[in-house]
C-alpha cells in the first residue's frame, strides 16, 4: 500500500469517526496530531479547540451526514469531496476538504463550503 493510499485511510477513519459515528473528540483523539493548524475561518486554532469546535457543531446538528464522493491524494494531502447536510431532505452544501497527514495523524486542514442550489446553469450537479 502507498503511503498516499494510507492516508486517505486516516482522512476517511477520521471522517467516519467524527461524521458518521458522531464522536468528532474520539476521532481528534485518534486521528489528529498535536500540531494540528486549522484554517476554516470559523474554527479556533490547535487541536483541542478545533476538537470542542467540531464536537459542539456535531451535538448542534445531531441528524448531520457527510457522504464522500470523491477522495483525491498526493504526497501529504489528501483533498476529499461530498455533500455534508445538516437536516434530513435538505440539499445540503457542497464541501471540499483538504488535510495533510504526517505520521499517520491530521496535522492541517483547510475547507471550501458552498450551499447546493436548487438548479445549476450547466445542469451538471455539484457533486
Not at 467516519?16 to 481528534?28: H, N, S, V
Amino acid at each position: 500500500m502507498t503511503q498516499a493510499q494510507r492516508n486517505k485511510e486516516v482522512v476517511l477513519a477520521f471522517l467516519q469517526l467524527a461524521f458518521t459515528e458522531k464522536r468528532p473528540a474520539d476521532a481528534f483523539a485518534e486521528y489528529v496530531g498535536e500540531d494540528y493548524v486549522q484554517h476554516n475561518p470559523h474554527a479556533p486554532a490547535g487541536a483541542a479547540a478545533s476538537a470542542r469546535y467540531l464536537a459542539g457543531f456535531v451535538a448542534g446538528h445531531p441528524d448531520l451526514t457527510l457522504d464522500v464522493h470523491r477522495v483525491l491524494a498526493e504526497d501529504d494531502l489528501v483533498c476529499t469531496h461530498g455533500v455534508l447536510c445538516l437536516t434530513p431532505g435538505s440539499r445540503g452544501s457542497a464541501i471540499a476538504d483538504v488535510m495533510r497527514v504526517r505520521d499517520g495523524r491530521i496535522v492541517e486542514h483547510w475547507d471550501v463550503v458552498q450551499a447546493v442550489p436548487e438548479t445549476t446553469a450547466s445542469g451538471n450537479p455539484m457533486v
